[in-house]
């Protein structure tokens, strides 16, 4: 999806780093404020139930699957698959310190965050704290694909060159940075404001700060720690989340309240940019920003709709992994289902 010219970004060796170099510094650390432990489906009488934890944006899409499927293990047997929205850092740091369903929500026995970075994440916190690898070392497999994009409300993009000139975390950034906003551009928009989501538990937020040092840096592949160390580098960080208005702990929160500013007539008011997933942006512009597939047809699509600009200098890839979790509440049973 992400296209031949925007291979993702070989990051994984520094999330960490920017974590504590830049999440932390900026945004004051945190965690998940606001779990959400709806569950679906039922236990079956006599059926192995297994818990799955899921990101935000896939997990109505994973109910209905698991409401739809019928239950039937391989080799005999039957299961019902419960699942449980929460956000993927949310949920990693509920898992690198201990899960407590009282605050947590359901315990999982299946974790799917919306990206590998929260498996490696949280590999780093269980070596880290002397404790037993949850997700394992080999490679997981992947349930949905989606990239990061830039969305941005189509007439800004339009006044950018879009979508004949590519556009970029530079470009964008550097809107940011200017006191005088659009009107740098010529534009009558007013401020340039940034959308996104906290950093410490959502994908995009995590994946939109990387995109920050890339272009603060004008590397990708090779950045460092030396790099983020640079007084210019942390400065460029600074000045671009200052020019934050609007912060959510979930794009499904901050596109729901910008579908409302749009009824309202209100949305190029609302912001000029947010990074997202390309997956969001679809589900925007149908009217459905929640991506709930029950949802999707009973709201009007949005007056002014958002384009999706994908980064020139690379994007970084949601690649919803899934993992059963090598710990010792997973039964034989929940394992084999």
């Known amino acids: 999806m992400a296209g031949s010219g925007r291979a993702p970004l070989v990051v994984a060796g520094v999330v960490g780093v920017l974590l504590v170099a830049a999440v932390k510094s900026f945004t004051g650390g945190g965690g998940d404020s606001h779990p959400s432990a709806t569950r679906t489906g039922g236990s079956k009488q006599g059926c192995t139930v297994v818990h799955l934890t899921a990101s935000s944006e896939k997990a109505a899409l994973l109910k209905q699957l698991a409401a739809d499927w019928d239950g039937k293990v391989k080799g005999g047997g039957c299961a019902s698959v419960t699942v449980t929205s929460k956000a993927s850092g949310g949920a990693a740091d509920a898992l690198a310190r201990g899960w407590d369903e009282a605050v947590d929500g359901p315990r999982p026995d299946v974790w799917s965050p919306a990206a590998s970075s929260w498996t490696q994440l949280l590999r780093q ?17 992947s349930v949905a694909n989606s990239p990061l994009v830039i969305a941005m409300p189509k007439p800004m993009a339009t006044a950018l060159g879009w979508p004949d000139k590519a556009l970029g975390w530079g470009d964008v950034l550097r809107l940011a940075r200017d006191p005088k906003g659009w009107a740098g551009v010529g534009q009558p928009y007013g401020a340039f404001t940034l959308g996104k989501t906290n950093p ?37 960080a600074r000045d671009v989340e200052r020019a934050v208005v609007h912060y959510g702990d979930t794009t499904l929160t901050f596109l729901s309240n910008l579908q409302q500013a749009d009824d309202r007539g209100e949305g190029l008011r609302y912001i000029s940019a947010v990074a997202v997933e390309e997956k969001s942006v679809w589900d925007y512009n149908q009217g459905n920003p929640t991506g709930d597939p029950t949802t999707l047809g009973k709201h009007a699509k949005p007056k002014t709709p958002l384009v999706a600009i994908y980064p020139k200098e690379g994007t970084l890839l949601s690649d919803s992994p899934y993992a059963v979790l090598q710990a010792d509440w997973v039964t034989d049973k929940v394992r084999k289902a």
Request: hydrophobic share 35%; no cysteine.
């Open 125 to 141: 916190k269980t070596t880290a704290a002397d404790k037993p690898d949850l997700v394992g070392s080999d490679a997981l497999p």
């Open 200 to 236: 410490n538990f959502s994908t995009s937020g995590l994946h939109a700060t990387i995109g920050t040092y890339v272009a603060a840096t004008g590397t990708s592949s090779d950045l460092t720690l030396a790099d983020l160390r640079k007084p210019a580098v942390q400065s460029y």
